[in-house]
């Protein structure tokens, strides 16, 4: 008798689940239609040349886009530098996309730009924001091709609650086919840069997981990595509590530079502060891009 019931509403939960997951997929299309291409108009890479034999690859966060880093490829740009910033896989695009992309597409695809970048410029520089900062750590630790490092609110130990999430998804996730992504309006103050944003909003239970594992593979890279790193993290970030991120870095074995701002969240390069972190980076490069 049990069995038959049991199947009942095993059922039922999966159709429901469909249903949410359908109804979840048609806003976000329907906000942020996709091109022929598939991307959301606005979320795809861009690149910017220069002549100088000097490079940047700008590794954005997860969810989120290039678009949060236009600004600071801007600002970039006009020192001298060639500017790189590719849209990591299943971001830009639909839900289940973001659904399908696992934590060795991430890093395969950034060192895929980095080897692409390297072939055109003798001296190559890696800069990454949140999740884009893990990868970044991964490929300076893994490669002789990164010259510099500047990791942007780099997201490397996630919160007790995050990683409690990442290890129950496969329970949870049978009835839950996202999870609201809390903390938007925190992220980002300023409301301007807010609006702009091409962030999904919603997470899948497999991405949680990608984002977990790409934060632990570039936490357990720093100690092997010498060349010397920029970190700059906002005293308000929501994402990243002030003691994660104080001792986030710490095993980074080569010359590190601290710094820290304030008046934004976590998405330090569109929000108020971005002028100061576009300060800072270029600062540290004036000093390290020989």
Not at 60 to 83: C, E, I, K, S
Not at 126 to 137: D, E, P, R, T
Request: proline share 7%; aromatic share 6%; hydrophobic share 45%.
């Amino acid at each position: 008798m049990l069995a038959p019931l049991w199947l009942a509403v095993g059922v039922g939960a999966g159709v429901l689940r469909m249903r949410a997951a359908r109804r979840a997929e048609r806003r976000y299309a329907e906000l942020r239609p996709p091109g022929i291409d598939g991307i959301v108009a606005g979320a795809e890479g861009f690149t910017l040349e220069a002549s100088t034999g000097r490079a940047l690859l700008l590794l954005h966060g997860f969810g989120d886009t290039p678009q949060t880093l236009r600004y600071l490829g801007g600002r970039l740009h006009a020192a001298g530098f060639t500017v790189r910033a590719p849209l990591l896989p299943g971001h830009g695009r639909g839900l289940r996309d973001f659904a399908t992309a696992t934590a060795e597409d991430y890093q395969r695809s950034a060192r895929a730009e980095l080897a692409q970048l390297r072939e055109r410029a003798p001296w190559v520089g890696v800069i990454g924001l949140s999740m884009g900062g893990a990868i970044a750590a991964r490929l300076a630790a893994d490669s002789g091709a990164v010259d510099v490092l500047a990791l942007l609110a780099p997201y490397l130990t996630p919160p007790r609650a995050v990683t409690l999430v990442a290890r129950t998804a496969p329970v949870w996730s049978v009835a839950v086919p996202y999870l609201g992504g809390r903390g938007g309006d925190a992220s980002v103050h300023d409301p301007v840069a807010r609006a702009a944003s091409f962030a999904y909003g919603l997470i899948p239970p497999r991405a949680v997981r990608a984002l977990c594992a790409t934060a632990a593979a570039g936490r357990e890279a720093l100690p092997s990595i010498t060349v010397p790193t920029l970190v700059v993290n906002s005293r308000e970030d929501n994402r990243i509590p002030f003691t994660l991120a104080e001792t986030a870095t710490a095993t980074l074995a080569g010359p590190t530079e601290r710094q820290w701002v304030t008046g934004c969240g976590h998405v330090i390069t569109v929000d108020y502060c971005r002028d100061v972190v576009a300060n800072l980076v270029l600062d540290f490069l004036a000093r390290h891009a020989d």
